[in-house]
């Protein structure tokens, strides 16, 4: 399959973007984040992210992710996972003062992953989350619970390898993420749909065990009343042992 064609594919997949694209607020960030997996026997393992992002303009750290997980390995191309998120957002009203909400999640997760053509490898991702949000001061009233469900899917296109096997090189990930909600989402956004992340970036593999990729996060964001999109620059370094 040539370069071309994978490409194609990839973009199909990647860029599922919603229909309205015309967002009313537009908003310019940073993200950076690393990526841990790591086996340790025959069925079981764990992973870890940590993600640091910023708020509109950069102007201070909106968003800090702690994630860690135990993954059930059922074969080396499908993994269960549960696990638990800590997400700390800090916020500020339009009269300057500053908020802080925190957030519990527990979530349950199934990835599964095959290649397509010779070797771009795709992983597709489907995980359930439990929301515990805490109050956002100064108001003291708002904590509310809610489940939502999310579909990622992920391709890496090795840009001078032919081998089956990817080991060392650059290369290029597309990807893109649904989310939606299915319980309590008059306390979201009183919408189904919530969210939808499509990036492109490109990186390095370093080796098998490592990779590092900068690119573009468009993030948009469906409020009650309008819609927000995000255009994020992201870092990211993947650690696999």
Do not use: C
């Not at 079981?44 to 992002?53: A, C």
């Not at 290649?115 to 771009?120: A, F, I, L, R, T």
């Not at 992983?123 to 001061?137: C, D, I, P, T, V």
């Not at 990036?199 to 370093?206: D, E």
């Amino acid at each position: 399959m040539q370069l071309k064609q994978k490409l194609s594919i990839l973009i199909v997949l990647a860029f599922l973007v919603p229909a309205k694209l015309f967002a009313q607020d537009n908003q310019f960030s940073g993200w950076a984040a690393v990526f841990h997996s790591q086996k340790l026997s025959q069925h079981w393992g764990y992973s870890f992210d940590g993600q640091f992002r910023s708020a509109d303009q950069v102007n201070f750290l909106k968003n800090t992710l702690l994630r860690p997980s135990a993954n059930y390995y059922f074969a080396k191309n499908k993994v269960g996972a549960l696990g638990y998120a800590y997400i700390a957002t800090n916020g500020r009203t339009a009269s300057g003062d500053k908020t802080f909400r925190p957030e519990h999640r527990i979530w349950q997760q199934y990835t599964y992953s095959h290649k397509v053509g010779k070797n771009v490898a795709v992983a597709h991702r489907f995980r359930l989350e439990q929301r515990f949000m805490g109050h956002s001061a100064p108001n003291k009233n708002d904590q509310y619970f809610s489940q939502r469900l999310r579909y990622f899917v992920r391709g890496i296109v090795p840009l001078k390898s032919d081998s089956a096997i990817f080991t060392q090189g650059a290369f290029l990930a597309l990807q893109n993420e649904v989310f939606v909600n299915i319980q309590n989402k008059n306390k979201v956004n009183k919408h189904t749909f919530d969210q939808n992340r499509a990036y492109v970036a490109v990186g390095y593999r370093i080796n098998k065990m490592i990779d590092i990729e900068t690119g573009y996060l468009n993030q948009y964001i469906k409020q009650a009343e309008n819609y927000t999109l995000n255009h994020v620059a992201q870092l990211a370094l993947y650690t696999r042992f």
